[in-house]
């Protein structure tokens, strides 16, 4: 049999609903293949492990080139929030679970959930401020001292 | 593809160690398979993953995916993983015999 993966570290760096599912979905469907799985989340990617604003997570609509839709029609008011709406419900459908949902669930496959201390600081945000899943805030050399041994993927 | 035996029956499976027919598949084959997923004995828990796999296979003819088990199976994510150590998905399918489920999520 071909060489194997047995442990991935994932690392999330934006807070755009198509930054942020990419990362989970490889998560989650590494823990289902038996490999060890955690999710760094890092920079605006903390968005989708803190708490206030883990529910509001947006399709970015300015700079996606692949919306095709004119950028200053992306930039309208209620543009990003009804295409996020259309997004999520297409989602839905497909039952694929929206992202808080999704968090928990990665969480109860045992993957482990961190968010990057230097990110947290700059945005003054404390332990209190993210869900109750996130295992730890730590600096990058332990996560790089987690990742040892595995693959490191960056979203 | 290798061929192996399972309670007494010669099977054929592929790589992966997946039956390349699921309908040779008996009650029996699981334990044996079970050992080589690192499952020693299996459980009235783990049994009821093993026929609801079976049974949305027979019905449907894909695997449910862990999420779809999750919801469905009676049995929450959190202890699928902890039955199935090795990953759900994939222990789990080949120790019911039906191919690995084709679902990202």
Known sequence: MAASIEKVSIIVSKGSLEGVYPGLIMANGARAEGMEANLFFTFFGLDAVHKPRHEHIKLATVGNPGLHLATWAGGLPGVSSVLTHYMTRKMDQLDIPSIPEFIEMIADTGAGLYACKASADLFGLTRTDLIDQLKDIITVGEFYDLAAGGQIIFT | ?105
């Open chain 2, 1 to 105: 593809m290798p061929i192996t035996t399972y309670a007494g029956t010669e099977v054929t499976v592929n790589d992966e160690g997946f039956f390349a027919d699921p309908g040779q598949w008996r009650e029996e084959m699981a334990p044996p398979i079970a050992r080589l997923e690192g499952i020693d004995e299996l459980s009235e828990r783990h049994w009821q993953v093993i026929k609801f796999m079976r049974h949305e296979y027979e019905a449907k003819g894909t695997g449910p995916t862990v999420r779809v088990l999750g919801k469905t199976s009676g049995v929450s994510v959190k202890e699928l993983y902890q039955l199935f150590p090795k990953g759900p998905a994939k222990a789990a399918a080949k120790i019911a015999e039906i191919p690995k489920p084709r679902g990202c999520i």
